[in-house]
């Protein structure tokens, strides 16, 4: 599949995330995938019907839908923010962790997401020191792996997804609900990521060492936690709630492999540091307790659309 599945995994190219349906073959569901070309000389909207005296096929009698109540036609990307909007009012968003005008840190309340600050995930070291020795193993990194992984870099730097998707030979059209599942992820990742930055303000890696020279745009925000590292291991969390079987058990080592090695390589790419993907994974293992419980109420939303929890029962029906 291509991999121009609006920007999903880039947390720090916010602008395009609007466009997230955008894949060649439509492995995201939009309509953005499809082209109808038209002619210039006969429109299509100007072609005769076979009424008798003829008619033309845009006339008002060819028309329907005027009384449906609610547009069904949304598309996976945009059903997606359903599940976001739904997120914000659960325990977990509203009593979450947060930084005061002073920037001290607040703790979470009962039930609210928690992060570990950055600057306390080196066992009491020297903090210089400490990230100094991270650095040092990025340049290890840019030294050794760089090269190889570059494919990988470019292509997750925009969206991976769709490698998901692929790995589990799932499409759009069989699989809906299981990607439905996955940009609903993708989105609060963004969202929770974001927030957890807002409080940690860490510089990256190469603002630190300019000479590890990312090979792509640094984002134009702070790096802890990983934004890749918060989503693809978020995803890969709940695809082992829908496929938590022995059936699949292969798919889900490929399923934990796959998240594993997006975050590493942002590190490999000098983008993150080693614990800004510790820190992603633990911010996507809070956000799946709270994902997967009974948080999430009701399970339906007034038109009709399914909540986060109405999503992952249908997606593991895809499975059966």
């Known amino acids: 599949m291509p991999s121009n599945m609006g920007n999903m995994g880039n947390m720090g190219n916010m602008g395009n995330m609007g466009n997230m349906g955008n ?14 070309p038209d002619r210039v000389d006969l429109p299509f909207v100007t ?4 009424r008798q005296p003829p008619g033309r096929i845009s006339d008002a009698d060819h028309r329907s839908g005027h009384e449906q109540n609610f547009h069904r036609n949304w598309s996976t990307e945009w059903r997606a923010w359903k599940l976001l909007m739904q997120f914000t009012d659960t325990t977990a968003w509203k009593a979450r962790q947060q930084a005061d005008v002073s920037g001290s840190i607040t703790e979470a309340g009962p039930g609210g997401l928690g992060l570990t600050p950055w600057w306390n995930r080196f066992g009491g070291q020297n903090l210089t020191k400490a990230v100094n020795e991270e650095i040092d193993q990025l340049v290890l990194a840019a030294e050794t792996e760089r090269a190889d992984a570059m494919g990988e870099i470019l292509s997750q730097s925009d969206e991976f997804v769709s490698e998901f998707m692929l ?5 759009p059209g069989s699989h809906p609900q299981t990607l439905l599942l996955m940009n609903g992820a993708v989105l609060i990742g963004c969202m929770a990521g974001q927030h957890f930055k807002q409080i940690g303000q860490r510089r990256r890696p190469s603002q630190v ?27 890969a969390i709940l695809l082992r709630a ?3 079987d022995k059936t699949h058990a292969g798919a889900l080592m490929a399923v934990d492999t796959l998240a594993t090695r997006i ?12 614990s800004d993907t510790a820190g992603g ?11 997967i419980g009974d948080v999430l109420n009701p399970l339906d939303f007034d ?9 992952l029962r249908a997606a593991r029906a895809e499975w059966d």
């Open 263 to 274: 975050g590493r390589n942002r590190e490999i790419a000098g983008l993150h540091y080693a």
């Open 167 to 171: 790995l589990l030979n799932a499409r």
């Open 209 to 235: 060492c300019a000479a590890l020279l990312p090979p792509i745009a640094v984002p134009g925000h702070a790096a802890y936690p990983s934004g890749h590292a918060t989503q693809a291991t978020l995803i």
């Open 303 to 311: 038109d009709g659309m399914p909540g986060f929890e109405g999503v």
């Open 47 to 50: 072609l005769a019907d076979s």
């Open 23 to 36: 894949m060649g073959n439509g492995a995201n569901g939009g309509a953005a995938s499809m082209f109808l």
């Open 242 to 244: 829908v496929l938590g």
């Open 281 to 291: 994974r633990e911010l996507a293992a809070s956000l799946a307790k709270a994902l």
